[in-house]
Structures are given as C-alpha cells and as structure tokens.
C-alpha cells in the first residue's frame, strides 16, 4: 500500500461482504503536508482517492487499478486538524474488469468525499 | 507568451509538486510538461506513478494555468485552487519512471468560483488518462 502509514493508518475496520468500513487516522506529521501547502497543511484530494483504492483493496483482497470514476465529489476541505480521524465506507460489487466502487468519506460532523468508480484487478 | 518559473504559478511544493513547467498557452488553454522522477509521492514499488498522481497533474496543471491567467493580469499572489469534482476520469495506462508526461487543459468560464476544467496526459503521443474537474480558485489563502 502507497499511503498506508505514510499518509494515514487504519485504526479499525469491519467488513460484510461487499461492505466495509474502516476507520482511519491521518497522520499530521505526514511528509505531503511540506507541499499541500506550506504554512497550511490541507489534505489533498487526491490522497483520499488513493485511500478510498487501498482500502477498497483491503476488503477485497485484490491489488486494484482505478480505469475510471464517474463522479467524485469533494465537499469539504479536510486536514489532520479538522478530521483527524475518519470513516470511509465502501461498497464493491464485482463487475466486468474487478468492481464497480462507491464510498464515502465522513466522520460524524461532515461528509468530505462522495466516490463511483470502476476498479480492475491486476 | 511570458515564462515563469512554476513556483510563481502553483502554490504545491516538494513532495506534491506534479507539474515541472508551463509550456504553452493560448486564451485558456494550455500544455504543461512533468517528468516522473524517481522517489514520485505516488509512484509504486514497481516504478509506475499510480492514478491520483495523473489526477493531480490535472489539477496542477489547470492551476498553472489559472496562476498565469492571474499574474498576466497583474496579480502578486498565486492563487490556490481546490479540486471540488471529478468525472469521467479514464485511465489507459500509468507513466513509469523516467517517462515525461505532456498535460493539455482547456479552462470553461468561471462561475461562482468554479472553474470547468478539461484534462488530457500523453506521453510519446499515447494517450494516458483523461478526465473533467471542477476547480475553486481562490486569490486568498
């Protein structure tokens, strides 16, 4: 895993299934936070796809690939101080080429991300 | 067009910075250049920069151009952008280590803050991903 214990650590996790929800914590003394930005730390987009992929690949137990996302939408500004800790939670129905993905990512004040994709197994 | 140096248009810093320069622009259109270096923020063990990372040289790359929009216009910050959504992202294949990576972007009108913002990477002339985005741009921090 890319991110794990470098960006955030799954601190507990329950799965059902196609279902999971895991709990993690982001790291604030994680190194990204030099760049994203400098004087104001803020948690990239982006990092939390790359969470949403490896914890969908936990519940899976297959190493995945994002071929596309239909939407993703981001609907607050996240950060090690505003939600030091989350709960994403994941449905993946198998598809075609691996899974077809939808999660969220919230914890108990605010929802920050919204996820549909697909996922191929390598 | 004016050069300047990426610093001057992208407020992303070292470990994160996903585009080296701004190499074209033409109205709100442009094409930027990146080069996968070893030790890339989201570049696996087997070499390959993973998906977020072609997600985030979009982004970077439609807010080197929304920098340059902005200096042009005489502004002495370099504004903050923030991606709000992403749709229809494609992946073909991921640039390996040593691979550059040519971005072309093409920015909508701005309504309310939010940019529309098109995104293609090619490397070789192979297209990679693709995907639209909704940006915030902001002038303050």
Do not use: W
């Amino acid at each position: 895993m890319l991110l794990e214990d470098k960006y955030y650590k799954v601190t507990d996790g329950k799965t059902d299934g196609p279902n999971g929800i895991f709990r993690i914590q982001l790291l604030p003394d994680s190194d990204v936070y030099r760049g994203h930005f400098p004087g104001n730390p803020v948690c990239p987009g982006v990092c939390n796809i790359e969470m949403i992929k490896e914890c969908t690949a936990r519940l899976t137990g297959k190493k995945l690939f994002i071929s596309s996302i239909k939407q993703c939408r981001l609907t607050a500004i996240a950060s090690p101080s505003v939600c030091p800790e989350l709960d994403i939670r994941i449905n993946a129905q198998p598809s075609d080429e691996g899974f077809s993905v939808s999660a969220k990512i919230s914890d108990a004040e605010k929802v920050y991300m919204e996820y549909k994709g697909e996922m191929r197994v390598l | 067009m004016n050069y300047y140096c990426i610093e001057n248009l992208i407020p992303q810093r070292a470990p994160i910075q996903m585009v080296d320069q701004l190499l074209e622009v033409e109205g709100r259109t442009a094409v930027t250049t990146f080069e996968i270096r070893s030790g890339n923020y989201f570049a696996d063990e087997e070499g390959f920069m993973t998906e977020p990372g072609l997600i985030e040289n979009i982004a970077q790359s439609a807010s080197a151009l929304a920098g340059y929009l902005s200096r042009e216009a005489g502004e002495k910050e370099t504004p903050v952008g923030y991606i709000g959504e992403i749709k229809n992202f494609h992946c073909y294949r991921c640039p390996h280590i040593g691979e550059k990576v040519q971005t072309s972007i093409t920015l909508g009108e701005e309504v309310g803050g939010i940019t529309l913002v098109n995104g293609e990477v090619h490397a070789s002339g192979e297209l990679l991903a693709t995907t639209r985005m909704k940006i915030f741009i902001s002038q303050n921090r």
